[in-house]
């Protein structure tokens, strides 16, 4: 399995997901479809499906051509009502096959939006998993609560995603985690891992390179949404449970303007 970056709008990324023994391939929230195609077109792969995350334009938005241009091409959501193009609505549990070897279980993730759908991704070995995130899950931070509430944040940040391999690897709607991390310090000043993957991170957007993947440790150790249920971090802002204290922490970012 192997997963390439497509680089979309201002600051999305897109993903194709290729089974390397078939050329088989799945893209993830193709919002820019004729360079989707052109990615494929360069690796050599055929399209096989969509992943959307979710509802948004900027998800969601470039289903109807992808459609257009790819005939027969199906596209998985969270909604058919909801989700531009979707052919093929999928809730938590469902599982998606891609050419011989790659394993796709959806996990429904909502709170940013209802339908949201973040989707774990194995090869038959079981090494290098990886979940595609939307806007649930960025790189040290998480979405608005735009539809729903801090309990649900909590439980798909700290039990949902918190639950899954730590090596496994994170990819994420938006280029945000340059921001992310330096809101990050302002909630953990001392938390050294913080400034050492800032420093990382603004070292690789300098050099015109993603920050994604990250992985479901590495988040732990630096995403201040997915350490609440650490008294220390409840402490700094003033919160006695995870679900207040990330409330207090999306207030916080909300309101940040750095």
Same mark, same amino acid.
């Given at each position: 399995?192997?997963?390439?970056?497509?680089?979309?709008? *201002?600051?999305?990324?897109?993903?194709?997901?290729?089974? *390397?023994?078939?050329?088989?391939?799945?893209?993830?929230?193709?919002?820019?479809?004729?360079?989707?195609?052109?990615?494929?077109t360069?690796?050599?792969?055929?399209?096989?499906?969509?992943?959307?995350?979710?509802?948004?334009?900027?998800?969601?938005g470039?289903?109807?051509?992808?459609?257009?241009?790819?005939?027969?091409? %199906?596209?998985?959501?969270?909604?058919?009502?909801?989700v531009?193009?979707?052919?093929?609505?999928?809730?938590?549990?469902?599982r998606?096959?891609l050419?011989?070897?790659?394993?796709?279980?959806?996990?429904?993730?909502?709170?940013?939006?209802k339908?949201?759908?973040?989707?774990?991704?194995?090869?038959?070995?079981?090494?290098?998993?990886v979940?595609?995130?939307?806007?649930?899950?960025?790189?040290?931070?998480c979405? %608005?609560?735009? *539809?729903?509430?801090a309990?649900?944040?909590?439980?798909?940040?700290?039990i949902?995603?918190?639950?899954?391999?730590?090596?496994?690897?994170?990819?994420?709607?938006?280029?945000?985690?340059v921001?992310?991390?330096?809101?990050?310090?302002?909630?953990?000043?001392?938390?050294?891992?913080?400034?050492?993957k800032?420093?990382?991170?603004?070292?690789?957007?300098?050099?015109?390179?993603?920050?994604?993947?990250s992985?479901?440790?590495? *988040?732990m150790?630096?995403?201040?949404?997915?350490?609440v249920?650490?008294?220390?971090?409840?402490?700094?802002?003033?919160?006695?449970s995870?679900?207040?204290?990330?409330?207090?922490?999306?207030q916080? %970012?909300?309101?940040?303007?750095?």
């Amino acid at each position: 399995m192997k997963i390439f970056h497509v680089p979309c709008l *201002e600051d999305n990324y897109a993903y194709l997901i290729i089974d *390397e023994s078939t050329k088989e391939a799945a893209v993830v929230d193709p919002v820019e479809p004729e360079k989707i195609l052109q990615a494929a077109t360069d690796h050599g792969v055929q399209l096989k499906f969509v992943l959307t995350t979710h509802h948004h334009w900027d998800h969601a938005g470039g289903n109807d051509k992808m459609k257009e241009l790819v005939p027969g091409i %199906k596209v998985y959501g969270g909604s058919i009502d909801n989700v531009k193009g979707c052919t093929d609505k999928v809730e938590s549990g469902d599982r998606i096959s891609l050419g011989a070897d790659v394993n796709i279980l959806c996990l429904h993730t909502p709170c940013h939006t209802k339908g949201h759908i973040s989707y774990y991704v194995t090869s038959k070995d079981g090494e290098d998993p990886v979940v595609f995130t939307g806007d649930t899950l960025f790189i040290a931070g998480c979405g %608005k609560f735009f *539809e729903g509430t801090a309990e649900q944040m909590y439980q798909l940040l700290c039990i949902t995603l918190g639950s899954l391999p730590k090596p496994t690897q994170v990819y994420c709607g938006h280029e945000y985690t340059v921001k992310n991390l330096q809101f990050a310090l302002t909630v953990e000043p001392d938390n050294a891992k913080i400034r050492d993957k800032l420093s990382w991170a603004l070292k690789q957007r300098q050099a015109g390179l993603p920050t994604i993947p990250s992985t479901i440790e590495e *988040e732990m150790e630096t995403n201040p949404f997915m350490r609440v249920d650490l008294p220390e971090l409840q402490e700094k802002v003033g919160c006695e449970s995870p679900v207040d204290a990330l409330r207090k922490i999306r207030q916080l %970012k909300d309101n940040w303007r750095g």
